[in-house]
């Protein structure tokens, strides 16, 4: 097992991007020994995964991951033996590669759902005319923002900010194009306003009741003055005294508070929302502002920390929130949970559309293994 100091760079390399492992999880020496005895590949135009038709080259995925470390490492001015740099970039690699299969299924399913069958011609002339409406959108919406992210105006120096970063503007422009073909994908496949009945609201108001269970609560106006701040207790009665006979024959507890009271809620008027019977730090004030009668000011309250006076606005007993009230909360719970599982239900009909084989097919639900006639042709590092 490897010293947790020793561990603590890889896990910031890797902790995020890592399919495999949890973030705040330090890798274990059987997690390093395993990854080194993965062999990343040299040449950037290899192959490291086919979605569909559409191949992922290493050099797509592997100049962010190398910027990723020379970052990480520049800021951190520590020397990394060569075994943790090589786990820290393979789990790296292969949290990039998993979000790039992704991007590119959720593209492919698109082009698929916009010519089907259609012959191989018709199948380039509709993705060419999609990438050009989608690039057109990368240099009206994107360019604008990174020129204003890096501050600059010319692209080629754009480009030069970006490549230190790992990626490039054609790299972004890909990366874009692939994005929102899949989310026209996702759109075009989801209800974002999904129906929700009254017999659904009812069903899941009675099935969840008691989320909606309340205890006694109430509401009300409070003016309060802190010992910490009089020189005696009698000069702080004396304030309270006078705070509270402006308040009665003002008839404003509010406007006395913002300009007079010592409590955090002072500001605002005194008032506090709605708060449950036994939430207060003061066990007096509580007592008191659940016993008193409504509307009206009380005796002057004493606690550790000082002098009260309240005046309670509303109280309820406790119970369940009525289903009038919650029925918009319910509604747009069950909408959303509807709109999750169709998205569910989209992902998991494209991963039977499209076939998948990656460098790393566990990361990616029903992804495949490399063929070997297209890892025979892998130029691959050297082993370790």
């Not at 075994?83 to 299924?105: E, P, T």
């Not at 991963?351 to 293994?369: E, H, N, Q, T, Y």
Request: with cysteine; glycine share 6%; hydrophobic share 40%.
């Amino acid at each position: 097992m490897l010293l947790r100091h020793q561990l603590l760079i890889p896990l910031l390399l890797a902790g995020l991007f890592s399919p495999g492992l949890c973030t705040g999880q330090v890798p274990t020496r059987q997690m390093v020994d395993k990854a080194n005895q993965v062999q990343i590949p040299e040449d950037p135009a290899a192959i490291v995964a086919c979605v569909g038709q559409t191949p992922i080259l290493l050099g797509d995925v592997m100049p962010k991951v190398e910027a990723r470390i020379t970052d990480v490492l520049a800021k951190t001015n520590q020397v990394v033996p060569e075994d943790q740099l090589h786990f820290a970039r393979i789990n790296l690699m292969r949290g990039l590669l998993a979000q790039a299969i992704q991007n590119k299924m959720m593209r492919e399913a698109f082009l698929l759902d916009q010519v089907g069958t259609q012959v191989a011609e018709k199948r380039e002339e509709a993705d060419a005319k999609l990438t050009a409406r989608a690039r057109q959108m990368f240099f009206e919406t994107e360019i604008p923002e990174l020129k204003k992210q890096y501050d600059v105006e010319d692209l080629t120096l754009l480009d030069e900010q970006l490549r230190k970063k790992g990626s490039s503007l054609a790299a972004r422009q890909r990366d874009f194009i692939d994005s929102m073909l899949g989310h026209l994908y996702i759109r075009s496949k989801i209800d974002r306003e999904p129906s929700v009945s009254i017999a659904e609201i009812n069903e899941y108001y009675y099935e969840n009741q008691e989320d909606f269970e309340r205890p006694n609560r109430a509401r009300w106006e409070q003016l309060t003055v802190l010992f910490s701040k009089f020189p005696s207790r009698q000069a702080a009665h004396e304030a309270i005294w006078e705070m509270g006979r402006e308040a009665y024959f003002g008839g404003s507890m509010q406007a006395v508070a913002r300009e007079k009271s010592q409590e955090p809620f002072g500001k605002e008027g005194g008032l506090h929302d709605w708060t449950a019977q036994g939430a207060l730090a003061s066990d007096e004030l509580d007592k008191q502002i659940f016993s008193i009668p409504l509307n009206a000011m009380s005796e002057i309250i004493e606690d550790e920390s000082g002098f009260h006076i309240v005046r309670v606005l509303e109280r309820q007993e406790a119970g369940f929130t009525p289903l009038s009230e919650v029925q918009d909360e319910i509604r747009s719970m069950i909408r959303k949970s509807k709109i999750a599982k169709s998205q569910v239900e989209v992902m998991e009909t494209m991963r039977g559309m499209i076939p998948v084989w990656s460098l790393f097919p566990d990361d990616v639900p029903g992804a495949k293994p490399l063929p070997a006639s297209i890892a025979r042709r892998y130029s691959v590092s050297k082993q370790r």
